[in-house]
Structure formats: structure tokens, C-alpha cells
């Protein structure tokens, strides 16, 4: 089974969206697809339409050793099955403290079903805690949904820092599968110069890098009202809109994670909606289709976020182009608190952490991740 961890510690990215339709999008094509909601808004579980009853099982029970995992999974459709979560969730981070190994809970939960299902998608919360950290561990790779903004740039860095802790410390294989870009608008020039640093800076990238060999998924997610929709109905995009732009992208981001045996084009309903998204990703050659020189121009202004690895130069973002309308405001440029590289040695891939007995165990406040607050002083 291979797991993939949707992450981005920012709200409102296309997380949730991602993850509930690229996992439909996998089952229509004949994948067995398990959808684990670990956001304790459980917006995964609202978005497939099951509303779980008072005193009914979720993902929380299974952490809290309440409950094993096949005893909390219920089918949404044909190769579809999800492990729905509750707002009860939202206490496990203190009740699971000084808890040992509780960074690998769901690891050793999802380590029974590797033979019953061949994918795994972590929707995960807008946080980088312990519910968080548990994904990483039992994650084979990492999917980024970041939506074209400069300000989503910033985040990013944190998130790798993140990844390369983890990797380090606790899951040696976990590596970035690549950026998705969402609710993309492929007639601005913002949306391209942002794409341009992103894709630059994962180039950059050094061998001991979690990013390394990462780059920006060929097919963007375009903007389309009917994935704001489908929602409300409880559907997929899949469901609710068959013949929508929402349908053309995610069946194509699909199959650039799990491609058919063979070639399958996309229903002819959506074939003039598609559009590829220029760039390195998975199965797309970088210098086919490059940006257009007037999309991506360099500012006059030139910002830099030198807390990058490699010092990835972002003269070309919209807040460059505009002076000093950046993170950073007026306090000068913006910054990332750490170089993530300098933290990654080079780790050769190795058994899955929760099958390795002499992995280290990983402390979250010993990564500089957030602890969880103390029940009695939570309780005060």
C-alpha cells in the first residue's frame, strides 16, 4: 500500500478537495483507495456524505487505542473506503501527551491493511502537531496543495523544515511527491510567477534534500465554482459535476500519481477543458512547454527569500513586482526562519518505521514542533 500525506499547515489551499477527489478519481480508475480524515473538522467525511451518529467510531478511537481501524471504516463507493473522523479529534493531541511512540500510532494502525488496499490519502488539518506528525510518519511521500499566492510561498519553507525533521528523526523514506497547484488561474501573471519560484527553488534542490527529484504537478487545478459546491451535497466532483473543468483536473492529477496500465484520454466532455500546467512534473519534460517570457518576467524590485535552499531568488513573484507589498512588509525582505537543506543528511530509503525496531523515536518537542499543552493547566 503506499501512503500519501496531503499537507500544508495553511487553511483554505485545496487540502481536503485534493485529497476527496483524487481519491475518487483513483477508485474510478479501479484503485482500491482508503481516504483517512486526520483533520478534526472532518471536512473529508462531510465532503463523501457520511455524518457519523453520537457514540459511532472515528479515526480518534483508533488513536486513542479505543478501537482498531477496520472497526471504524465505512464504504463511500465501488473501491472507496473511508476512515472517517469526528471533532472529538480535536483533544487527541492532549490526550495522547507523554504518550510513548504516539508519533506512530497511525503507522501501526494502517500497518495491518497494506494488502487490502493500494493507496492510502491522508487528508490532514491546517497545523504541524502531533495529528500532523502522524501522517509523516506513516507517509511514503508528501502532496503539497498550495494555492498561486506569494504569501503561500512562505508557508512552504516551514513545511519542508518540517519534512526534513521528520525524515531525520523519525520516517527515513518519507520523501515530497510534489506541488499541487489549486484554484489556479492560468490568466493571471501572478499564477505563473509564483509557479516559476516554486519550481525553480525545488530545482534547486540537493541530492539529501526530502524535495529532491520534487517538482510541480503537470496539471494544475484550475479555478471551477463546482468544486466549491460539491461539498454541500456530500459528492465527489466526480458526482456532482462529471462534465466539469473540476473533472478534467483531478482525473489527470490522478494519473499522474497512479498511471493506467495504458493510455486512457480523459471523457471527450472535458478534453477541450484540460490544460497542462508548464513545468516538472511527474511524467512531463520541464523544457517542453516553458512559461511565456511576458507571464514571467523579472520585477524591478527583486525579492529574495534567502532562507530558501540555495538562496532560490524570487525577483519574478507578484510581491517583487509590486515593491515592498511582500511578507516581510515594511520590515524588509522576507525571511524563513532556518535553511531546512543544512538539516537533511542524505538518508538511502528503509524499511517502513513502523516495521524497523531500532528507529529513534521522534519527540516532537525535541524537533521544535509544537507540543501539546498540559490537560491541567488546558483544564484551568
Not at 131 to 154: K, S
Not at 246 to 258: H, L, M
Not at 289 to 311: F, Q, R, Y
Request: with cysteine; glycine share 10%; net charge negative.
Amino acid at each position: 500500500m503506499r501512503t500519501i500525506a496531503f499537507i500544508n499547515q495553511k487553511g483554505g489551499v485545496g487540502k481536503t478537495t485534493s485529497a476527496v477527489n483524487i481519491a475518487a478519481g483513483l477508485a474510478r480508475d479501479g484503485r482500491r483507495v482508503l481516504l483517512v480524515d486526520l483533520d478534526p473538522q472532518a471536512h473529508a467525511t462531510q465532503h463523501v456524505g457520511v455524518e457519523l451518529a453520537p457514540g459511532q467510531r472515528s479515526i480518534y478511537d483508533v488513536l486513542l487505542g479505543d478501537a482498531p481501524l477496520a472497526g471504524i471504516l465505512r464504504p463511500v463507493c465501488e473501491n472507496l473506503t473511508l476512515a472517517p473522523s469526528h471533532i472529538d479529534l480535536v483533544a487527541a493531541e492532549i490526550e495522547l501527551y507523554g504518550r510513548p511512540g504516539r508519533e506512530r500510532i497511525l503507522c501501526a494502525a494502517l500497518q495491518p491493511h497494506r494488502e487490502q488496499f493500494d493507496l492510502a490519502l491522508i487528508d490532514c488539518g491546517p497545523s504541524l502537531g502531533l495529528l500532523t506528525l502522524n501522517a509523516l510518519a506513516a507517509a511514503d511521500e508528501v502532496v503539497i496543495p498550495l494555492q498561486a499566492h506569494f504569501l503561500a510561498l512562505q508557508g512552504l519553507g516551514r513545511l519542508l523544515e518540517t519534512v526534513a525533521r521528520v525524515r531525520e528523526s523519525i520516517n527515513p523514506s518519507l520523501r515530497v511527491g510534489g506541488v499541487l497547484l489549486c484554484m489556479y488561474e492560468p490568466g493571471t501573471r501572478l499564477a505563473h510567477e509564483v509557479a516559476d519560484d516554486i519550481r525553480r527553488f525545488l530545482e534547486a534542490a540537493q541530492p539529501g534534500a526530502p524535495w529532491y527529484g520534487a517538482g510541480i504537478f503537470a496539471t494544475p487545478v484550475r479555478r471551477n465554482i463546482k468544486l466549491a459546491e460539491c461539498p454541500s451535497f456530500g459528492k465527489s466532483i466526480f458526482d456532482y459535476a462529471p462534465r466539469s473543468r473540476g473533472v478534467a483536473d483531478y482525473t489527470a492529477v490522478a494519473r499522474e500519481i497512479a498511471p493506467l496500465p495504458t493510455p486512457a484520454p480523459l471523457a471527450e466532455a472535458c478534453a477541450d477543458e484540460a490544460a497542462v500546467m508548464p513545468g516538472n512534473g511527474a511524467g512531463h519534460d520541464p523544457a517542453a512547454a516553458p512559461i511565456p517570457a511576458d507571464a514571467a518576467a523579472p520585477s524591478e524590485s527583486g525579492v529574495k527569500l534567502a532562507g530558501w535552499p540555495g538562496g532560490v531568488d524570487c525577483s519574478s513573484t507578484a510581491a517583487g513586482r509590486h515593491g515592498q507589498a511582500h511578507a516581510a512588509g515594511r520590515h524588509g525582505h522576507a525571511q524563513l526562519s532556518r535553511d531546512p537543506l543544512a538539516r537533511t543528511p542524505s538518508v538511502e530509503p528503509g524499511p517502513s518505521p513502523c516495521e524497523a525496531g531500532d528507529q529513534p523515536p521522534g519527540d516532537p518537542e525535541s524537533m521544535g514542533l509544537p507540543a501539546a499543552p498540559d490537560s491541567a493547566a488546558s483544564a484551568s
